[in-house]
């Protein structure tokens, strides 16, 4: 007998969960600030340098399916992160090593939110925002 259910691919469904989790990931490091005490760099360090590893293989399996410009692109910052995530940076440069690390893997999560059609709620936020100034304009005459 067979089944008429769709088939769900985990492939898809693991990479949507594991976005998520990232984007939560970084979000909490971007909205409780990051601080620039050395304890709290490293620590936020390690965190972002252990999120990059699971990252970057979705990002290359992607590239490979976008056209030369968009794989060109998204290749380059596939190696600047993974570059940036295997350094270890003086100990006066941590913090801006950090920012810069959080600004790529936001970037490379971006990539592949697009590619898998998650969007993060600022975006949600700004349609449900737009689509709420669309519908009632005070000028309007009804």
Not at 110 to 118: K, N, S
């Given at each position: 007998?067979?089944?008429?259910?769709?088939?769900?691919?985990?492939?898809d469904t693991d990479v949507?969960?594991?976005?998520?989790?990232?984007?939560?990931?970084?979000?909490?490091?971007?909205?409780?600030?990051?601080?620039?005490?050395?304890?709290?760099?490293?620590?936020t360090l390690t965190t972002?340098?252990?999120?990059?590893?699971?990252?970057?293989?979705?990002?290359?399996?992607?590239?490979?399916?976008?056209g030369d410009r968009e794989?060109?692109?998204?290749?380059?910052?596939?190696?600047?992160?993974?570059?940036?995530?295997?350094?270890?940076?003086?100990?006066?440069?941590?913090?801006?090593?950090?920012?810069?690390?959080?600004?790529?893997?936001?970037?490379?999560?971006?990539?592949?939110?697009?590619?898998?059609?998650?969007?993060?709620?600022?975006?949600?936020?700004?349609?449900?925002?737009?689509?709420?100034?669309?519908?009632?304009?005070?000028?309007?005459?009804?």
């Amino acid at each position: 007998m067979t089944s008429t259910t769709p088939a769900v691919r985990t492939t898809d469904t693991d990479v949507s969960a594991l976005l998520v989790e990232a984007r939560r990931e970084l979000d909490s490091i971007a909205n409780r600030g990051i601080v620039s005490a050395p304890r709290a760099v490293a620590d936020t360090l390690t965190t972002l340098k252990e999120l990059a590893p699971t990252l970057i293989p979705h990002a290359r399996t992607l590239a490979a399916a976008l056209g030369d410009r968009e794989r060109s692109e998204l290749h380059e910052l596939i190696e600047r992160t993974e570059a940036r995530s295997n350094s270890r940076p003086r100990a006066d440069l941590a913090y801006e090593h950090l920012l810069v690390l959080v600004s790529q893997l936001q970037e490379l999560l971006r990539w592949l939110e697009r590619a898998h059609g998650i969007s993060c709620r600022r975006t949600q936020a700004a349609v449900a925002r737009r689509r709420s100034s669309e519908e009632f304009h005070p000028n309007q005459l009804g």
